[in-house]
């Protein structure tokens, strides 16, 4: 049974068709690449799962655990073990990145969480991600630099354990530092076996440390070509031109 099967899905953006019948699988413990140019789609692909009502399902269908995914509404996807990082974090003031992870977790489980247990838990990913403690009393990504918003996201990813995450251009815009600080914590995700993950990228630095199992070009809303991990290798030496002139 795969975690994620899409079959023949298109998406349109206020009536431009972005994606054209793209079919894409994703089992558990698999690392899935999806690499393009800029405007190939691969954010859509990630709003369409999500179901970000601004992307319009013109075709096709998406199951995640076997169910139908696009008869349940954004906040549901979520509840059943879908997360997705952004491009750009949004700021959230009057409520705190422990007090929203804490919020986001008592949601996804239906339970009180135990305040002692759960500063512990936050504690030990902060460390992972070498983040300042005080980072987690301020206000959400308020006055975070680009790069503690990615971390801050990223501790989000290890605290709710998803069972599957999106990642959409998570090193845009990081430094190299960073960008190897973000890619320990999702290393530490990695480690779940049950779990499955999509980079959606144009770059290959935050891959350059993680093991991946399936890479996918995608060129104006279609997968060109499907590989694995020395796919990415060859992205980095020769770019995409001999996929966009196919």
């Not at 399902?57 to 696009?70: A, C, K, M, T, V």
């Not at 070498?130 to 971390?151: I, T, W």
């Not at 815009?173 to 049950?194: C, F, H, M, N, P």
């Amino acid at each position: 049974m795969s975690l994620l099967s899409i079959d023949n899905l298109s998406v349109s953006v206020e009536e431009k068709q972005i994606l054209k019948n793209l079919t894409f699988q994703v089992n558990k413990g698999e690392t899935h690449v999806l690499m393009g140019p800029n405007g190939a789609g691969k954010s859509t692909l990630g709003n369409a799962i999500m179901g970000n009502p601004a992307y319009h399902i013109d075709g096709g269908s998406i199951f995640f655990q076997d169910e139908d995914l696009l008869a349940k509404p954004v906040n549901e996807r979520a509840k059943a073990g879908i997360f997705m990082s952004f491009q750009n974090p949004i700021e959230v003031p009057g409520i705190t990145l422990s007090n929203f992870i804490r919020s986001a977790l008592e949601q996804k489980t239906g339970q009180r969480i135990r305040i002692f247990q759960f500063k512990k838990e936050l504690e030990k990913a902060m460390e992972v991600l070498q983040m300042d403690p005080s980072y987690a009393e301020r206000d959400l990504n308020v006055g975070f630099s680009g790069g503690e918003k990615k971390k801050a996201e990223i501790l989000q990813l290890l605290m709710l354990k998803p069972s599957l995450a999106i990642l959409d251009e998570t090193d845009s815009g990081l430094d190299v530092d960073a960008v190897r600080t973000v890619s320990r914590g999702i290393l530490e995700y990695q480690k779940d076996k049950d779990s499955a993950l999509i980079i959606i990228t144009h770059s290959t630095g935050i891959l350059s440390s993680l093991h991946v199992d399936h890479t996918h070009i995608l060129v104006d809303g279609e997968i060109v070509a499907n590989g694995d991990g020395s796919l990415v290798d060859e992205i980095n030496r020769d770019g995409f031109a001999r996929y966009e002139h196919n």
